[in-house]
Structure formats: structure tokens, C-alpha cells
């Protein structure tokens, strides 16, 4: 090769660099970027009066709990380990403004409601439970008691859910009555003693008729895990009295065989006249720790132009949606004045129960139907993890509730929204006889979250609004299975999901409200001319443990 080709050669080469160098240069400015910033403007405005279905912030909490103890003939505690015997102050919540009133300031007909809390107090010294209405905040000056217009009748003490400071005398109790009289059976069955103890879980409901409080205990191991550790005791409670000097042990279940007191096990465990339960030492096969490394990172969801909704204290924009949102420490999350496209599609989308339902050989499960607004489904909604329970780049929204507790708590990251691809597109037509032609849209959704640990089950509640105006509620049910102690006839009710354990046969029942304004309000739903919006209202998924 002469040496003029060769320097040729050289040169386009050297061109082509950087003529690359340029091109790409140019080209990955033009490429979308990841902004944190939005690019294009939202196409709504936040709505200030959707203030009104807003919780509690965390200084009215404390200013009802201030004039709730102020009430000094109310006699009221607020100390986290009251006595049974005594007043507690349980609960404070949002009271939601009536509906035509909250319609009527939404549309600019009418004054701002009055906001106002409702206060449950666990009268243990007077034997009955008493629901006020305290009002108006920031500030209250009132309180009225609103137990017989809103429950029909007086509620008798006995209904009330267990509180902390129940659960510090029944362990108290099971310590005193149950693991130090039972000691060689305690050490030998299941190792307990020298600082090692059982947890405990409790079956529900606590009796079968009105003004029972039997509960009937199933302990388990005291580890990570613990739901599906039994151990292969039950014990049934009666804490009816108030006065936990009263309480006592009215049966028991030990590796299949029923006694009714404890110095009858005693006695027969001694004797050695009935089968044992040897302690074995074994690896926990519930524990929560990742067994395998993942392969590399898993795919990420970012927003190129930033995100398309916006969230401002409790309303949310979306494309063509808003609404308002809470989160009620018994019932759980829910939305208000939902709008597509500047019209109201719904008033109220809500979540209000969640129930499972158990069948089982052993004692407490035979029965067991956990009703989970009893206790409270959105108490439970602890901080989201970021990348795990939604993605990364969510946005996350504190709560702060006040239930069974000393002073208002933010549970800090605990609800989420978030945009992301479906992974099916909303729509798509390839016309293959004629006009060849093909139309499709992303289905980009906002997804709203909360994850609700209720003992066992974690479920975990999403609120789905679409492009084409379809709104979806679901639910998804994981976290442990409820289980029980092997015994002979188990298996009728259920699987074995470890050695001597039993995952119970069991069915969810999910409630939501929802309350279509399709058109207005439901009144009018007969005038309606045009529903053009399609509504896929509801869809229950409860996918297993
Ligand atoms: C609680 O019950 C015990 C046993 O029945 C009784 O001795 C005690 O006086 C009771 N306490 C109160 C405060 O009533
Ligand atoms: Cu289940």
C-alpha cells in the first residue's frame, strides 16, 4: 500500500471519530433524561377543600386529647398501660362531615362543615364504652355522647378490643397461672424457662354469646416468625371481669387432648398418663431473611419528565383524575370526591373490612373468624420499604394516627403513589383485512398503597386509577398463613406446611364502600342521560400466602 492511501485511510478514520464524537454528542442531549423536575405543566389545580376529609393532623390530636382530659368528670387516663378497671381514652379519629353537607362546599353552596373528632373511651371504672363527638377543632369547645344515635343501644365494656394495657396483666397472667405452674412440662415440652418464654396468639372471637370474653390462646414460639411456631398449647382465658384478680384458666388443649384445669395436666403430665410433646431443637423455617442472593438488580421505574401526578397534604392530581384521601386507624385507607375530568365519579371509595374465616381440629381455630375492623385495619399501616413495597421513586406520604396510645404517632413513608406501565397495553387494534393500520396507548396507571400488617396477614390495599376513566380497588392478602399444632384429624383442615404445623383452611371476606356519584348524586342517577365514563368498579384479587 502506498503510503498516500494509507495516510487517507488514516484521516477518514480520524474524521469518523470524531464525527461520531459529535453526532452522539448531539444526539444524547436530545434523548430523554431523568427529570425531577415536570417538564409539562399538571392539568388540574389542587383543591384546598378537600382539606375537610383530611386526618387528623397531629396537633388536633393533641388539643382533643387536652379537652378530653380537661372533661375532669370523665375521670379519663391516658397512660399506655391502663388498667381494664379503669377510663381509657382509645381512640381519636376524624368524624366525617356528612355528605350533602361536604357536597355543598365542595360545589361552592354552602360554609365549610364543622370539623370534628370522634373520641372512643374505654370506661372501665362505669362497665360500658362511650363514643363522643368533640368539636370544633383546631380548637374544641364541645363534647356530646353519640353512643345510642350512632350503635342503637349502649355498649357494654365487655365489646371493647384488647388494649396494651389488657395485654400486660393477660401476659402477666399466663406467666403466673400457666408457665410457673407448669414448669417441668414448660421446660421439657417446649424449653421454656431461663429467660426463654412462648408468644401467644389469640383466637376470635372471644365467645358466642353477647358479653363473653373467653379467649382462647395459641402459643407459639417465641421467634421470627412466630405464626406458624405453635407449639401445641392452648389455653382458654375467661377476662370477662374487669378486675384481673378475677380472671382464670377454663380449659386447656395439650397435644390433642383436652383438660379443664391446670392441675389436671398437671396431675396427668406428672402421672405421665397422657402423650408428651418432647422439645427438639430445630431451625426456624419461618424466618424472614432472604435465603438466596438475587442475580443482579431487578428493572427500576423512573419518570423521564418527571412525574405526572402531584401530591399536596391530602389531594392528589393525575392526568385527568383528583381526589382526596385518609387513612381511618379502624377501617383503613379511602378516597373522596373522586374526579375525572373535572367531574365527580365518585364521593367515597373506602375500604371497611376485611374477615377470615378458619377451620381447624384445635380448639381456638375451630371457631376463629378474625374480623379485622374490631381490632382496626388502618392502625396497621406501617412505613412502606422503598424498592420492595413500591418502587423507589414513589412518592410517600406520612400518617399519624392515635389509637390505644399515649400521644398522637407518624408513621412516617406509610402510604405511597406512583405511576407505572401496567405491563398490557389500555388498548390496541392491528387491523389485519383492510386499512392495514395499527393503534395502541400505554397503559400507564396511579396506583395509590397502603400495606396493612394485621398479626399474621400483611394485605395490601391498592386504589388503581386508569387513563380511559376506570377506577380499580384491590386487594392482595401475603405475610403468614394462620397455623396450628399437628394433631390426629389436622389435615381435614388444611396443609402441612412444617413438621407438626398446620396451615389452616381459611377464606377471605374484603369489604369496600363505594359510592358512585356518576352523574351526580345517586338520587338523580334515574335523570342520568349520558354515562359515558366506564367504570370497572370493583375487583377483589387476594392472592395466597
Ligand atoms: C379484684 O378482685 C379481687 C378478687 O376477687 C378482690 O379481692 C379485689 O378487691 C378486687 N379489686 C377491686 C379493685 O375491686
Ligand atoms: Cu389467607
Redesign the pocket.
Known amino acids: 500500500m502506498n503510503s498516500g492511501v494509507k495516510w487517507l485511510l488514516i484521516l477518514f478514520a480520524l474524521v469518523s471519530i470524531i464525527l461520531n464524537i459529535i453526532l452522539i454528542g448531539i444526539y444524547s442531549n436530545r434523548a430523554p433524561k431523568c427529570s425531577a423536575q415536570r417538564l409539562h405543566p399538571l392539568r388540574g389545580k389542587h383543591e384546598e377543600r378537600s382539606l375537610m376529609f383530611a386526618d387528623l393532623t397531629q396537633e388536633e390530636y393533641a388539643q382533643v386529647q387536652r379537652y378530653m382530659l380537661q372533661q375532669k368528670d370523665l375521670d379519663i387516663s391516658t397512660n399506655r398501660i391502663t388498667e381494664p378497671r379503669a377510663n381509657f381514652l382509645f381512640l381519636i379519629d376524624l368524624s366525617l362531615p356528612k355528605k350533602a353537607d361536604a357536597l355543598a362546599y365542595l360545589d361552592g353552596k354552602g360554609a365549610q362543615p364543622v370539623r370534628e373528632a370522634t373520641v372512643v373511651v374505654f370506661h372501665g371504672a362505669r362497665g360500658f364504652i362511650k363514643e363522643y363527638l368533640v368539636w370544633p377543632l383546631p380548637n374544641p369547645k364541645h363534647h356530646r355522647d353519640v353512643t345510642t344515635e350512632r350503635y342503637k343501644r349502649e355498649l357494654p365494656i365487655n365489646a371493647r378490643t384488647v388494649t396494651v394495657g389488657e395485654y400486660v396483666l393477660l401476659f402477666q397472667f399466663f406467666e403466673k397461672n400457666l408457665f410457673s405452674k407448669l414448669k417441668k412440662l414448660m421446660k421439657e415440652s417446649f424449653d421454656v424457662g431461663q429467660g426463654k418464654t412462648l408468644n401467644a396468639l389469640e383466637q376470635m372471637p372471644r365467645g358466642l354469646r353477647s358479653g363473653d370474653r373467653k379467649t382462647w390462646i395459641n402459643f407459639l414460639k417465641d421467634v421470627s416468625g412466630m405464626y406458624v411456631n405453635p407449639v401445641g398449647l392452648n389455653v382458654l382465658i375467661n377476662h370477662e371481669s374487669v378486675n384481673a384478680s378475677n380472671w382464670k384458666v377454663e380449659r386447656l388443649f395439650y397435644n390433642g387432648q383436652y383438660f379443664d384445669s391446670v392441675e389436671e395436666l398437671k396431675r396427668k403430665y406428672d402421672a405421665g398418663t397422657i402423650k408428651k410433646i418432647i422439645y427438639k431443637d430445630s431451625p426456624n423455617h419461618a424466618s424472614l431473611k432472604t435465603r438466596t442472593k438475587p442475580l443482579q438488580i431487578g428493572p427500576q421505574l423512573f419518570y423521564a419528565e418527571g412525574k405526572r401526578f402531584s401530591v399536596s397534604h391530602n389531594h392528589v392530581l393525575y392526568l385527568d383524575w383528583s381526589f382526596a384521601f385518609g387513612l381511618s386507624s379502624l377501617t383503613g385507607m379511602r378516597v373522596f370526591d373522586v374526579r375525572f375530568s373535572g367531574e365527580r365519579i365518585a364521593y367515597e371509595l373506602s375500604v371497611q373490612e376485611a374477615i377470615?374465616v378458619y377451620g381447624s381440629v384445635t380448639p381456638g381455630m375451630i371457631l376463629t373468624k378474625f374480623v379485622d375492623s374490631s381490632i382496626g385495619i388502618g392502625r396497621f399501616a406501617h412505613e412502606l420499604v422503598r424498592g420492595v413495597d413500591c418502587p423507589s421513586e414513589a412518592t410517600y406520604v406520612d400518617t399519624y394516627r392515635y389509637i390505644d396510645v399515649p400521644v398522637p404517632v407518624r408513621f412516617r413513608n406509610s402510604i405511597c403513589v406512583f405511576e407505572h406501565n401496567m405491563g398490557q397495553p389500555l388498548r390496541r387494534h392491528f387491523s389485519d383485512f383492510s386499512h392495514h393500520s395499527f393503534g395502541g396507548m400505554v397503559n400507564s396507571a396511579l396506583v395509590m398503597r397502603t400495606i396493612t400488617a394485621i398479626g399474621n396477614?400483611d394485605y395490601m390495599w391498592d386504589f388503581v386509577f386508569y387513563q380511559n376513566g376506570a377506577v380499580e380497588v384491590k386487594v392482595h392478602?401475603t405475610g403468614y398463613?394462620s397455623s396450628s399444632y399437628l394433631v390426629d384429624g389436622s389435615l381435614r383442615y388444611g396443609h402441612q406446611v412444617a413438621e407438626n404445623v398446620q396451615g389452616n383452611i381459611?377464606t377471605?371476606f374484603i369489604n369496600f364502600k363505594v359510592d358512585l356519584d356518576i352523574s351526580g348524586k345517586w338520587q338523580n342517577a334515574g335523570e342520568a342521560q349520558d354515562e359515558s365514563l366506564l367504570l370497572k368498579v370493583i375487583c377483589v384479587k387476594s392472592t395466597?400466602?
Open positions: 377470615s396477614y392478602a398463613v381459611h377471605h395466597h400466602h
